[in-house]
């Protein structure tokens, strides 16, 4: 949807390996966002990017890992996957246009730590 | 950014109109208010915004109080596909950590 795409879709991987989820934008955007959602917590976010090799820390980045090397993709990476990790991820891009800054979401990933 | 409140639940009967208000009190003058919603499993989809006028799309109806503490959503012809989290928040130009809260859960039913 309006550019934004993440991959996997699922993933099932076990406790302690490294695994990095992927979202990748066509709109040139400049800020873009790691969320998690589990139950009873609604919409977290772990870590944000506002350019290239530029980014920051969000509410729930203990154990994760970002990068973006390139304008259209914003990585990321847990280093060693731990059960209380097993969420549903997603990746958003903030528009930036003279009347509306809202954002757009990816379809998300499905993590499953086992 | 501006605190918004909203119920936690609300139902509607399939074909009424779906009202979902939001309690913006502490809004600036520069934020707009916008309404994204949920569906199961998927990620937030955006469905309107303004800033101070009443808003119509293809989706839904944005009210906003002319004092712009409070705004409400509306569904025209509310329908069971309309059943999902609605998330009610305030952003500016230099809004660049959103927060979505609980958002209002409503559920359609025939």
């Known amino acids: 949807d309006a550019g934004i795409t993440q991959s996997p879709r699922h993933k099932v991987t076990e406790t302690g390996t490294p695994v990095t989820l992927r979202c990748h934008q066509t709109?040139?955007?400049?800020?873009m966002y790691w969320y998690r959602q589990d139950p009873g917590h609604g919409l977290r976010l772990i870590h944000y990017?506002?350019?290239?090799?530029?980014?920051d820390k969000g509410e729930v980045s203990d154990g994760y890992s970002v990068s973006r090397s390139k304008t259209e993709d914003f990585l990321l990476t847990l280093e060693s996957a731990t059960s209380s990790q097993t969420s549903v991820y997603f990746c958003?891009?903030?528009?930036?246009?003279?009347?509306?800054?809202?954002?757009?979401f990816g379809s998300g990933t499905r993590l499953t730590v086992v | 950014d501006a605190k918004t409140t909203q119920p936690p639940s609300m139902d509607c009967a399939e074909g009424r109109a779906a009202n979902l208000p939001c309690n913006h009190s502490t809004i600036s003058g520069n934020e707009y208010v916008y309404w994204y919603r949920q569906i199961h499993s998927q990620g937030p989809q955006y469905i309107i915004h303004g800033l101070k006028n009443n808003e119509t799309n293809e989706m839904a109806s944005l009210i906003i109080t002319e004092d712009r503490k409070s705004s409400t959503l509306i569904l025209p012809h509310a329908t069971l596909r309309d059943t999902a989290v609605y998330y009610c928040i305030v952003l500016t130009g230099g809004s660049y950590i959103p927060t979505f809260g609980r958002g209002t859960s409503l559920i359609v039913h025939p």
């Open positions: 958003a891009i903030r528009r930036d246009t003279a009347t509306n800054y809202g954002y757009t």
């Open positions: 709109e040139n955007h400049r800020y």
């Open positions: 990017s506002y350019g290239v090799k530029d980014t």
